[in-house]
């Protein structure tokens, strides 16, 4: 839990010659974070060093209700962190000193989509994981791509910031219906779980209008995402896979990247075309 023992440790197993592999979260662990950890046992070798953090950092949270209402099952991470050979969980209760007032900015990739949506959110993303990469110091840090948006800012800080940290990406994890996992799915009950489904058909449709233009593909995807009687679209943009750019046809190898709202929880997925 301390951040000073953390730091001391990973100082410890550097000096033993020994490769750090963070997978960074916010606890309430799923299937998508297992694959997260499995790559990363991948990357560590059997004499490296898997650290999974567990933090629910207040700072990338623009909704106080979602914060609040955000999962928090630690005792279950850590057993499933045991099971898949996890050395080491950082569960620290708090990362900010009072009075913190350091921010780090990105001005381009993150001032759209979630950045828009979420006033603050990458900021607070961006914070947390600059003080894990200095706590944690690993060489490599397993992100998964269903936060596309999220990987590529962290990317563009990786960059301009000179850490020296591998970013290694995971493909999302999908239920049986194709939502991608989520901790926040746990919040959909019932009726809502099922309309969630509306995502992934979504995702489906916009597979399959490869080479259309973008305005009409968005209309389409709305109006079924909204045919839903709980659910309403925050975004649905084609982008370039590099610059996040909206592009004008939705031509192989874009992005598409859609955020919508189902009753009160608010998801978020991504695919290539
Ligand atoms: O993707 C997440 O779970 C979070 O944004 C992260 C990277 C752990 C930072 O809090």
């Given at each position: 839990t301390s951040p000073q023992t953390m730091q001391r440790h990973s100082r410890g197993w550097q000096r033993d010659g020994r490769r750090v592999v963070l997978v960074p979260t916010m606890g309430a662990l799923h299937e998508g974070h297992l694959s997260l950890i499995r790559?990363?046992?991948?990357?560590?070798?059997?004499?490296?060093?898997?650290?999974?953090?567990?933090?629910v950092n207040p700072t990338q949270f623009n909704d106080p209700k979602d914060l609040?209402?955000?999962?928090?099952t630690l005792a279950a991470d850590k057993e499933l962190c045991r099971a898949e050979g996890v050395d080491a969980v950082f569960a620290p209760q708090t990362l900010y000193p009072v009075g913190a007032?350091?921010?780090i900015g990105e001005n381009d990739l993150a001032l759209q989509?979630?950045?828009e949506h979420r006033p603050g959110h990458f900021a607070g993303v961006m914070a947390v994981v600059a003080k894990l990469f200095h706590l944690v110091q690993p060489t490599e840090a397993v992100f998964g791509e269903k936060d596309f948006q999220q990987v590529a800012v962290i990317r563009r800080m990786i960059r301009d910031l000179d850490f020296p940290v591998r970013l290694i990406l995971e493909p999302t994890v999908r239920e049986v219906d194709?939502?991608?996992?989520?901790?926040?799915n746990v919040r959909l009950k019932g009726r809502l779980?099922?309309?969630a489904s509306v995502l992934p058909a979504a995702i489906r449709l916009a597979k399959e209008s490869v080479g259309d233009s973008v305005g009409g593909l968005k209309r389409r995807l709305t109006r079924l995402m909204e045919a839903q009687p709980d659910v309403s679209v925050d975004y649905v943009e084609v982008v370039d896979a590099d610059s996040l750019r909206p592009v004008r046809k939705a031509?192989?190898?874009?992005?598409?990247?859609?955020a919508a709202r189902v009753g009160p929880v608010r998801l978020i997925d991504n695919t290539a075309l």
């Open positions: 790559r990363a046992r991948k990357l560590a070798g059997e004499d490296g060093v898997i650290v999974v953090s567990v933090y609040k209402k955000y999962p928090r007032s350091v921010e989509f979630e950045g194709g939502l991608a996992m989520s901790s926040r779980r099922e309309q031509v192989r190898g874009t992005r598409l990247l859609l």
